[in-house]
């Protein structure tokens, strides 16, 4: 069972280049999210999926946007990196809403450097 | 003001101690409440969850909630090397959907 799939693990990209890191559920979750964590500030929210079809900004949206492709795929896409998006991202999901009773199981992490 | 604050630590314990962790949060209407674990360059793991004030064990570990002062802890007893590791705590409410996490708390356990 593999769980959380992030893919790629690593990437290095230069200021202005886009990319997309891709993330899979194999759990039939309903809830996923995306999170970076950064030394010493934990983990920040990106944005969020309670449901197939719906997408919301968490605490730090801007410079990121997000799909929902189906009910096992959410990608996060960097249109135009910047220095401050280097970061560790980790896509995470939840069987419910996280906010209430729901268990997060996360993936490995994708680690982003932007030169 | 973050809302979920805990120390950074480092907290270091000998080997067999208890190892306490703290955790305050800033929103009343907060509802559940979480330890994950994280080791060094991996993800966080669940740890305990806790939704009542209260005591919560689950063999070595305890989870205590205080909704009154807004106050969670972390337990560990027989504290072992294997042990050491990043804690973060996490909180949560239906009206978010989401978990709001603290920047973590490093355990170091001394041999």
């Known amino acids: 069972n593999a769980g959380v799939t992030q893919t790629p693990k690593f990437q290095v990209l230069k200021t202005g280049q886009s990319m997309t890191l891709q993330c899979a559920q194999d759990?039939?979750?309903?809830?996923m999210y995306w999170y970076r964590q950064d030394p010493g500030m934990g983990l920040r929210l990106i944005y969020y999926?309670?449901?197939?079809?719906?997408?919301d900004k968490g605490e730090v949206p801007n410079g990121y946007n997000v799909s929902r492709l189906n009910k096992r795929e959410f990608s996060l896409r960097l249109e135009s990196a910047a220095p401050s998006q280097t970061s560790v991202y980790f896509c995470?999901?939840?069987?419910?809403?996280?906010?209430?009773?729901?268990?997060?199981?996360f993936g490995e992490g994708s680690r982003l450097t932007v030169l | 003001q973050k809302e979920v604050e805990q120390n950074s630590g480092p907290l270091s314990v000998p080997e067999g101690a208890i190892a306490s962790l703290n955790c305050t949060y800033s929103?009343?209407?907060?509802?559940?409440f979480f330890w994950y674990r994280q080791y060094s360059g991996k993800s966080p793991e669940l740890i305990m969850f806790?939704?009542?004030?209260g005591d919560k064990e689950d063999g070595r570990f305890t989870a205590q909630l205080n909704k009154a002062s807004q106050y969670v802890s972390l337990l560990i007893r027989d504290s072992q090397p294997s042990d050491s590791a990043t804690y973060l705590c996490?909180?949560?409410?239906?009206?978010?959907?989401?978990?709001?996490f603290g920047s973590g708390t490093r355990l170091q356990v001394q041999p």
């Open positions: 929103d009343r209407g907060s509802q559940s």
């Open positions: 806790i939704y009542s004030n």
């Open positions: 996490a909180v949560g409410d239906t009206g978010r959907r989401a978990l709001t």
């Open positions: 759990m039939n979750h309903n809830s």
């Open positions: 995470a999901s939840s069987g419910g809403l996280a906010g209430g009773t729901g268990e997060l199981f």
């Open positions: 999926s309670a449901s197939e079809g719906t997408t």
